[in-house]
């Protein structure tokens, strides 16, 4: 059975950090691409960030330069590091993962990032 695991959302202050993670089990994650999604209230879900099967990063120009997507092949995990975080940054977050030509994708439960001061 495939399953992702998020973990690490909460609230945070404008300006703070936060670490997202999603870890994966039933799938090995080398064989996928990996995303990062949000979806705020009462708007559609959104794709933020992406890290190809080969490293490749790409992100949306309003988290550029501020999120940073990374995996970790030996936890079988990948993570979304979010720094300068600003309030119209607070959504659910979530990640999932496409095999190729998306014959296969994957989507974990969500968890919620609050920036409030």
């Known amino acids: 059975q495939v399953q992702l695991v998020e973990s690490g959302g909460g609230l945070v202050q404008p300006g703070g950090s936060l670490r997202l993670s999603c870890a994966a089990s039933?799938?090995?994650?080398?064989?996928?691409?990996m995303h990062w999604y949000r979806q705020a209230p009462g708007k559609q879900r959104e794709l933020v960030a992406t890290?190809?099967?080969?490293?490749?990063?790409t992100y949306v120009d309003f988290v550029k330069g501020r999120f940073t997507v990374s995996r970790d092949g030996a936890t079988n995990s990948f993570s979304l590091q979010m720094n300068s975080l600003k309030p119209e940054d607070t959504a659910v977050y979530y990640c999932?993962?496409?095999?190729?030509?998306?014959?296969?994708?994957?989507w974990g439960q969500g968890t919620q990032v609050a920036v409030s001061s």
């Open positions: 039933g799938i090995d994650l080398t064989c996928y691409s």
């Open positions: 999932k993962v496409a095999s190729t030509y998306n014959v296969y994708t994957y």
């Open positions: 890290i190809t099967e080969d490293g490749v990063t």
